[in-house]
Nanobody, 129 residues
């Protein structure tokens, strides 16, 4: 059931950087919108970022805007979340997801129309001194 494979999590000090990768197993990410979510201990899952296909549109949660960068390498069939200037409050399990919605234009997780077709297994990101 895990059709997206995540990698790149780990432990970093505040102010450090990590890059998460999300790669499909058995299919191509072409035409999928990619989403990143995170869930911290004791909190509900929250949307972090999304990127359209082929990649012209991106969106970030206010909490990470200016620090995180979502991208995708379509020929390489991989999506990324570059996380810079990490803070302890960024500590969470990060999940990537792929959706056929929207088919074009800006993406958002704040819609009941989103059906997440595929999920990653989660990557632990811990920011601590």
């Amino acid at each position: 059931q895990l059709q997206l494979v995540e990698s790149g999590g780990g432990l970093v000090q505040p102010g450090g950087s990590l890059r998460l990768s999300c790669a499909p197993s058995g299919f191509t990410l072409d035409y999928y919108t990619i989403y990143w979510f995170r869930q911290a201990p004791g909190k509900e899952r929250e949307g972090v970022s999304c990127i359209s296909y082929p990649g012209a549109h991106t969106k970030y949660a206010k909490s990470v805007k200016g620090r995180f960068t979502i991208s995708r390498d379509n020929p390489g069939n991989t999506a990324f979340l570059q996380m810079d200037s990490l803070k302890p409050e960024d500590t969470a399990v990060y999940y990537c997801a792929a959706s056929r919605w929207p088919s074009s234009g800006p993406c958002t997780w704040e819609s009941g129309n989103v059906r997440y077709d595929h999920w990653g297994q989660g990557a632990q990101v811990t920011v601590s001194s």
